[in-house]
C-alpha cells in the first residue's frame, strides 16, 4: 500500500493550514532518510518537480564520512548534485510530526536524469523489472526487530553507551503484561505507522529484555521496502518523543540476543495468482518455487553482506540465539537460515532468517531477488530439506562468519555482477571494504580492559 495522501488533499491540506511541512527524502546506503524539509507552499508550487542533493549522500560511511576511493563521487570530481525526483505515490501524512507530510526521492543524475545505478531505491527497482518481463511481481515482508531504553538517545551518548537499561528486565517474548508497561511508546508507533498509510499488523515482545517487533502487511516489494525505512525513522523519532532511545544495532549486547529482519518473500503472476503454490508439490512448492530457492541457497554467501552489512553485523549469528549459523532450508525451522512457511496455501513462502535488523532493505531484496532469478533462469535443482536442529550440521553450508569473509564473496559474484552491474557491486565492495578498516583501525573498550594491566 503505498502513501495515502494524492497531491490534490495535500494541496487541500496546505491551503487549510494542516500540512505546513514536507519532508523530501532520498535512501541512503544505510537505508536511512536523508533530504529537506519543505516549506508545503514551496512543495506544492514547484519543489514537487524535483530537488537538489549533494552526490556523497550515497559516499558516505554511518559517520557520514568523506570516504575517498569511490568512482562514482570524490574530492577530485567536485562532489556534486545529485537530483531527487519525487515519487508521488510514495506521498503520505506523518502523523507522530505536526503538520508534516513525507514524499520518496528516485535519485537522479544531475546532468542525464538518468536513475544513479548505485541508489538502493534503483537496485531493488531493476530486479522487479527483470521479474515483470518474465510475468513476476515479488511480494515481501520486513519482520524488524529492536531494542527500547529507559534512557533517551542524548543520554545513552552521554553515558557513551554504557549502563544502558532496557525498558523491561526480562524476556519478553509474547509476555502481554510487560509489553502493557511499554504501550505509551508501542501503541504511538502502532498508530502512528498506520495513520501514515502503512498497515500495521501487530507489536509484540521479543525475545530478550527490552526487546519488541513491529509486523506489518506483505506488499509489493519496492512498497515494502519504502514501508520498512519509513518504520525504522518513525521507531526513532516517537521513541524519542517520549524520552527512550530505540536501537536498530544486530548485537547491541554480547550476552543478549540479536535483532533480526526476517524477510518473508515470494513471486505471484501478474494476474494475481501465487507462482510459488503447486498442491501436488512437495508442501505445495511450485517448480518455480524449488529453482527460486536454489537459487538463494547457491548464492547465499555471495549476497550475504547486504543482510549483514557491518563488522557488527556477524556477532549475531550465534548457536541457540535463534539467529541462523547455516544457510540450508528446512519446513517450519527456526534454527535453519531459510524456512518454509505457509505450505500448501497461496500464502506459501520462503523466509530468510539471516539478514539483521541494521540491513538496507532495498539492497537485501534486491540481491535475493537476483538470486532466486538465477535459480529460475538457469532451474538449478533445490537441494534436499533439512531436519532437525541445523546449529549441529556440522557439514551443512555456512553462513560467512565476518564482514571481511561476506566483502570478499561479494566482490567474487559473477551472479550479482551480472545482475547488478560491476559498478554497483563495486560501490558496494569499496563500502563493506571501508568499514573493515574503520574497525581494524579502532583500539576497542575490549582491547583496552583486556590488556590495559596484565599485557
Not at 96 to 111: I, P, Q, S
Request: glycine share 8%.
Amino acid at each position: 500500500m503505498p502513501g495515502n495522501l494524492s497531491f490534490e488533499e495535500l494541496k487541500t491540506a496546505v491551503e487549510k493550514g494542516e500540512i505546513d511541512t514536507v519532508l523530501m527524502a532520498l535512501v541512503d546506503m544505510q537505508g536511512r532518510l536523508m533530504g529537506k524539509r519543505c516549506q508545503a507552499e514551496f512543495f506544492v508550487e514547484s519543489a514537487y518537480e524535483e530537488t537538489h542533493s549533494c552526490n556523497y549522500l550515497l559516499a558516505t560511511d554511518l559517520e557520514m564520512e568523506t570516504v575517498q576511493g569511490y568512482k562514482a563521487t570524490s574530492w577530485s570530481a567536485g562532489y556534486g548534485d545529485y537530483t531527487m525526483k519525487p515519487d508521488m505515490t510514495t506521498l503520505r501524512r506523518l502523523p507522530w510530526l505536526e503538520g508534516t507530510a513525507m514524499v520518496l526521492c528516485d535519485v537522479l543524475d544531475h546532468k542525464t536524469h538518468e536513475e544513479v545505478p548505485h541508489s538502493p531505491r534503483a537496485i531493488l527497482k531493476k530486479q522487479v523489472a527483470r521479474l515483470e518481463a518474465m510475468g513476476l511481481k515479488p511480494f515481501m515482508a520486513s519482520e524488524l526487530e529492536f531494542f527500547m531504553f529507559r534512557e533517551s538517545f542524548e543520554e545513552a551518548g552521554d553515558s557513551g553507551y554504557r549502563g544502558l537499561k532496557t525498558y523491561s528486565a526480562y524476556n519478553e517474548d509474547y509476555h502481554i503484561f510487560q509489553t502493557t508497561k511499554e504501550e505509551g511508546v508501542m501503541r504511538a508507533i502502532r498508530t502512528g505507522l498506520q495513520g501514515a498509510g502503512i498497515p500495521v499488523e501487530n507489536t509484540k515482545g521479543e525475545a530478550d529484555a527490552g526487546q519488541g517487533e513491529v509486523n506489518v502487511r506483505y506488499s509489493e516489494a519496492v512498497d515494502m521496502a519504502d514501508n520498512h525505512v519509513t518504520i525504522k525513522n518513525a521507531c526513532k523519532e516517537i521513541a524519542w518523543q517520549k524520552g527512550h532511545a530505540l536501537t536498530f544495532l544486530a548485537k547491541w549486547n554480547a550476552d543478549m540476543a540479536g535483532s533480526s529482519c526476517h524477510v518473508h518473500q515470494s513471486l505471484w503472476t501478474l494476474d494475481g495468482k501465487p507462482a510459488f503454490l503447486d498442491k501436488d508439490g512437495t508442501y505445495g512448492m511450485s517448480a518455480l518455487m524449488k529453482h527460486y530457492m536454489a537459487g538463494l541457497l547457491a548464492h547465499a554467501g555471495e549476497f550475504t553482506y547486504f543482510l549483514a552489512p557491518y563488522v557488527n553485523s556477524y556477532k549475531r549469528f550465534k548457536e541457540g540465539t535463534f539467529a541462523p549459523t547455516k544457510a540450508i532450508w528446512s519446513l517450519d525451522n527456526r534454527t535453519a537460515g531459510y524456512r518454509l512457511v505457509g505450505e500448501g496455501t497461496k500464502g506459501i513462502r520462503v523466509e530468510c532468517r539471516v539478514g539483521g535488523s541494521d540491513l538496507n532493505p532495498y539492497l537485501a531484496y534486491a540481491a535475493m531477488l537476483a538470486a532466486g532469478i538465477d535459480g529460475i533462469e538457469n532451474k538449478l535443482e533445490l537441494e534436499p530439506e533439512f531436519a532437525g536442529d541445523a546449529y549441529k550440521a556440522a557439514r551443512a553450508r555456512s553462513i560467512p562468519g565476518t564482514l571481511r569473509e561476506a566483502t570478499v564473496a561479494l566482490k567474487k559474484s559473477k551472479m550479482l555482477r551480472a545482475a547488478l552491474g560491476d559498478d554497483v557491486v563495486d560501490h558496494y565492495v569499496h563500502a563493506g571494504t571501508w568499514e573493515q578498516k574503520a574497525f581494524d583501525d579502532a583500539v576497542t573498550d575490549w582491547e583496552v580492559a583486556r590488556g590495559f594491566e596484565r599485557a
